[in-house]
């Protein structure tokens, strides 16, 4: 399903959720800084953390953050193929990918078979 196949609605609406998506990710990685940072202890709180959990919450944070920022390039590369003309579009068969699963992941580059493939060996 290449962007002439869309209906203009259905772009523009696929559009608005890239860019509401976008948008999300990009708050959540301004304001992410605090919690992957180094580990101090501050010792005069109640209910102090130990070290071994602050580690653990640091580094749940920064796999987050990593998370994060794999979906904003996706969803950026998706709005890129949407200007271009070529979102919809199967990267590995070609074939349309369907717009339910555009709806449900409009980041999506692949089609359910290909993707079910990659996922499978």
Same mark, same amino acid.
């Given at each position: 399903? &290449?962007?002439? !196949?869309?209906?203009?609605?259905?772009? $523009?609406? %696929?559009?608005?959720?890239?860019?509401?998506?976008?948008?999300?990710? $990009?708050? %959540?990685? &301004?304001?992410?800084?605090?919690?992957?940072?180094?580990?101090?202890?501050? @010792? @005069? &709180?109640?209910?102090?953390? &130990?070290?071994?959990?602050?580690?653990? !919450? !640091? !580094?749940?944070?920064? $796999?987050? @953050?990593?998370?994060?920022?794999?979906?904003?390039?996706?969803?950026?590369? =998706? %709005?890129?193929?949407?200007?271009?003309?070529? /979102?919809?579009? +199967? %990267?590995? +068969?070609?074939?349309?990918? =369907? /717009? =339910?699963?555009?709806? =449900? @992941?409009?980041?999506?580059?692949?089609?359910?078979?290909?993707?079910?493939?990659?996922?499978?060996?």
């Amino acid at each position: 399903m &290449s962007t002439g !196949q869309l209906k203009p609605s259905q772009i $523009a609406q %696929l559009r608005d959720q890239l860019v509401n998506r976008q948008q999300e990710l $990009a708050d %959540l990685l &301004s304001n992410a800084g605090d919690s992957t940072g180094p580990v101090t202890l501050d @010792q @005069q &709180s109640v209910g102090r953390v &130990s070290r071994i959990d602050a580690i653990q !919450q !640091q !580094q749940m944070a920064i $796999a987050s @953050q990593q998370q994060a920022n794999d979906m904003l390039k996706r969803t950026e590369l =998706a %709005l890129r193929r949407i200007d271009d003309g070529e /979102y919809g579009d +199967c %990267l590995h +068969c070609g074939e349309p990918i =369907a /717009y =339910a699963r555009l709806q =449900a @992941q409009p980041f999506a580059n692949l089609c359910i078979d290909c993707q079910s493939a990659s996922e499978a060996g």
